[in-house]
C-alpha cells in the first residue's frame, strides 16, 4: 500500500471510529431517529471514500504488479470477486416516492418525542 493512501485512510477510520461512537451515544440517549439516520448515512459515505481510496490504490498497485508478474488470471479474478462484493446502487429514479407525514402524525410537530 502506498504510504499516502495508508495515511489518509487511517486517519480517515479515525473519523468513522469517532463518528460511530457518536452515533452510539444517540442512540443510547434516544435521539430521533431521523437525526441518528443522517449520522449513520454519514458514516456510510466515509466508508465508501475509504473504500475508494483502496481501490484505487489497489489498482494502480497490486493490480499492476500482479499483470506484470504474469498473474493476470488472479488478478482478474479478484477484481470481480471485489465487485461481487460492491454494493449496487438504484438510480433515483428507481427509489419509491417518500411518504408524506400527515396532519396530527406526529412528525410534523416541532416539539415531537424521540421514538427508536
Sequence with gaps: MRPDIKRDVLKR???????????RKMVEDEKYCVDILKQTYAVRRAIEKIEALLLDGHLHTCVVEGIREGRADEVTSELLELY?????????EALPEPVLATE???????????AI
Excluded at 477510520?13 to 452515533?23: P, Q, T, Y
Excluded at 461481487?84 to 433515483?92: F, H, I, S
Design 13 to 23: 477510520l479515525s473519523f468513522v471510529e469517532g463518528h460511530l461512537a457518536g452515533v
Design 104 to 114: 396530527g402524525s406526529g412528525h410534523d410537530d416541532p416539539n415531537r418525542a424521540s
Design 84 to 92: 461481487g462484493l460492491a454494493p449496487r446502487r438504484l438510480p433515483d
